[in-house]
């Protein structure tokens, strides 16, 4: 990597477009795998570098026969440079040119990538922490009044100290114990029960 003397304004800028980036899904098919095309990484972090001023570009050259490409991102006179140099990829029913093409696109994504941190995800990856995501912000409704009930009679049956469950799960009292939970503390009670 080559970089200027000083990198600390191009660090900071660079920190905070990160956080505004996400990850990139895998939905395009092709040479046997899925994949994140260039459009779609250029879609997703040049807008926010933009917006932190920092400059994105990548020069291709040719040395010994292989395509090199040169990553810099640039903020002001700050700068971080590096080189990736990669074989002409070859594929079947391309001829030598569109092999070029291949090459540099692959080649630009990649660096990328690799410059700014970003991973690439499968798309059912995606679908699954997208949902967890989603389940998570949901808010649990507390347990009826009759699931209520049934708690507090275990409980005095047990004579176990409902302040326990009312600490553990981080709610004012019993009435209030998220309804996913119910199953979780009956099973307990229940289990108490049978050991006396």
């Given amino acids: 990597m080559n970089k200027s003397e000083t990198i600390a304004e191009l660090a900071s800028a660079l920190c905070k477009a990160r956080q505004e980036m996400t990850n990139l899904v895998k939905d395009k098919s092709g040479y046997g795998y899925k994949y994140a095309d260039l459009s779609q990484l250029i879609d997703a972090c040049i807008p926010v570098l933009c917006s932190h001023a920092i400059f994105l570009t990548q020069p291709v050259s040719f040395e010994s026969g292989r395509v090199v490409i040169e990553t810099t991102l640039m903020l002001g006179d700050q700068f971080i440079t590096e080189k990736l140099s990669l074989p002409v990829l070859s594929a079947k029913g391309m ?80 009435e209030q114990l998220p309804a996913s939970k119910y199953e979780v503390v009956i099973a307990k009670l229940k289990a108490a029960k049978e050991q006396e």
């Fill in 95 to 174: 001829n030598e040119v569109q092999c070029i093409g291949s090459t540099i696109t692959y080649g630009r994504r990649y660096a990328i990538s690799s410059m700014l941190g970003i991973a690439q995800e499968d798309s059912d990856a995606a679908e699954l922490r997208d949902a967890k995501s989603a389940s998570e912000k949901r808010v649990d409704s507390p347990i009826s009044e009759d699931q209520a009930n049934n708690i507090l009679a275990l409980a005095d049956e047990t004579k176990t100290d409902l302040s326990k469950i009312n600490n553990y799960f981080k709610i004012p009292g019993i």
